[in-house]
């Protein structure tokens, strides 16, 4: 009988272990998904959208940082930093700002 209770608490000390794991995925934007969308924060006009090349995902973590180059017209490519500003379970928000505003005309 104790081979049997301590199955039994061992699977349910397995499924414990696995629910708590479970819940502590950690969210992340791919660097489609934060081009694409850091294109849309960064247009003027919604049918004119500039170009946006990030060197990777981005990490849903408060402070979390990535870089990327925005096409700013004439050929000029010009650095900008996405950081995260929050996160709301899945939703991941982040600004996205020029590294040298003095650089990005009009």
């Known amino acids: 009988m104790n081979r049997l209770v301590s ?21 992340e934007l791919s660097q489609k998904q934060l081009e694409d969308g850091s294109s849309t924060q ?6 004119h959208k500039p170009e946006v090349r990030c ?3 981005l990490k849903g973590e408060v402070g979390a940082t990535q870089k990327c180059k925005v096409d700013v017209g004439g050929g000029r490519w010009v650095d ?6 929050k996160v709301d379970g899945k939703t991941v928000n982040w600004d996205i700002k020029a590294d040298h505003p003095e650089q990005v005309s009009g």
């Open 7 to 27: 199955r039994a608490g061992i699977a349910a000390i397995a499924a414990v272990v696995l629910a708590i794991t479970g819940c502590s995925t950690s969210v």
């Open 80 to 85: 900008y930093t996405a950081t995260v500003t």
């Open 42 to 47: 960064l247009a003027l006009d919604p049918e």
């Open 55 to 57: 060197d990777g995902g």
